[in-house]
């Protein structure tokens, strides 16, 4: 197989690889979220920098996303993978052996930065797909990562509860480790075509976003659509743990679960792009997010129907969400391999920020509304990306199928 050509068929065992390859990795992202508590305590860390802990990771990953992700269309991207995956396990692995809070953060943030080799796999495996499939594939590793953000939060509370915190991050570094001695027996390699330096690929990223307009709208649909469901997965914790419905940390974990389900969205969605009905699946998958919502108004709050309804809610949002992510990824890859790492930093770190703000507008919105204030709030912003998708529409902007010219 050339190294920049795509082969004629994908194996099928190699997808699968890869989709085990994203969950396991993205899931280093998510361990620390339900552990704050514990970890703060271990470490001495105040109540009011606890909230550090889960913060230096998502920075380590945003950095990472606009850093290291784009050397996808520069490095051979096997070993780029293998490298970064080693840096997680290595900052795992200081993690686990951290005595005091600033080490602890320290490694939090390599934890991020390494985390993003996920964000390389999913680029490269839509190169390896033939172009006929590149949605199905990318939908199948899309779901492993998904299915990698929704299990993170239940294994880790279930293992601190049967050992302590320490025990997440080294289960985490060891498969670290093995998945890079995997990965390096099974990834075929594949060395992206000759173009710029880092710094030239860096500061080509500029002209990427201002002369791709597909690029722009698909990662600003993704980040209110992503708003809402880290809105949603930040409040409804808070929710279950109030007076009106009194779940416990491991009931909490349990209805964790629930948004498991919606990870079958993504090679649904994968198919439907690969046959041509992107923006129909696009307005649908936008339409399910917001109703998501409005479900968890129906019925009195606390009662039996209530938590169903929620339950409901979580795996109908986390099905649209995952939709919708594939369906920009797709439209995104077609656009040509030679960008295609730099496009997807771009598109990946746009949609962050719109679900970082989400979790601090849950945050807000739970404390200052309660329940009310944020299923409104969160089913108004697939609604936003609705009518801005509109607008696509009413201008006829085209989705092209390749970039010309180098950027």
């Known amino acids: 197989m050339s190294s ?73 991207n096997r070993r780029l993978v293998i490298s970064v995956v080693l840096l997680a396990a290595l900052a795992l692995t200081a993690a686990l052996f951290a005595h005091h809070a600033a080490t602890f953060l320290a490694a939090a943030l390599g934890i991020g930065f390494g985390s993003v080799a996920v964000q390389i796999l999913v680029p490269y495996a839509a190169h390896l797909a033939p172009p ?18 929704m299990l993170a939060r239940p294994v880790a509370s279930a293992l601190t509860e049967a050992f302590d915190w320490q025990a997440v991050f080294v289960l985490s570094a060891l498969l670290m480790v093995a998945l890079s001695l995997v990965l390096a027996r099974v ?17 080509s990223m500029g002209w990427l976003l201002r002369h791709t307009p597909i690029l722009r709208r698909r990662a600003l649909y993704q980040a209110f659509l992503f708003g809402a469901f880290s809105l949603f997965w ?31 969205a993504a090679p649904i969605a994968g198919r439907l792009a690969d046959r041509g009905f992107t923006r129909p699946a696009t307005v649908s998958a936008m339409l399910i997010s917001s109703a998501a919502f409005g479900l968890t108004l129906l019925a009195e709050p606390g009662s039996t129907l209530a938590v169903a309804l929620l339950v409901i809610a979580a795996v109908v949002l986390d099905f649209g969400v995952s939709a919708n992510v594939v369906l920009g990824q797709r439209a995104i890859y077609g656009l040509g391999d030679t960008y295609r790492g730099r496009l997807n930093g771009l598109y990946m770190a746009t949609f962050f920020t719109g679900g970082a703000l989400g979790s601090a507008v849950g945050g807000w ?14 089913a108004l912003l697939p609604l936003a990306a609705l009518g801005y998708f509109l607008t696509e529409l009413a201008l006829g902007v085209p989705e092209p199928a390749w970039l010309d010219g180098e950027a």
């Open 4 to 76: 920049n050509a795509a082969p004629a068929t994908m194996p099928s065992w190699l997808v699968l690889m890869l989709a085990t390859a994203c969950g396991l990795i993205v899931a280093n992202i998510y361990y620390a979220q339900p552990l704050v508590g514990p970890i703060a305590e271990s470490l001495s860390l105040s109540p009011g920098a606890a909230g550090l802990i889960v913060t230096m990771t998502q920075v380590g990953y945003g950095a990472g996303l606009l850093l290291v992700v784009p050397l996808g269309d520069l490095v051979e």
């Open 132 to 149: 006929e499939r590149r949605g199905q594939v990318v939908g199948t590793v899309m779901s492993g990562l998904m299915l990698g953000i």
């Open 187 to 203: 990834m075929p390699a594949r060395r992206p075509r000759p173009g710029p330096g880092y710094g030239g690929l860096l500061l």
């Open 234 to 264: 930040t409040a409804v914790p808070l929710l279950l743990a109030s007076p009106v419905y009194g779940f416990s940390q491991g009931g909490i974990a349990l209805f964790g679960l629930a948004g498991v389900a919606g990870a079958v």
């Open 365 to 378: 919105s739970q404390a200052h509304g309660g329940w009310s204030l944020t299923a409104t709030i969160g």
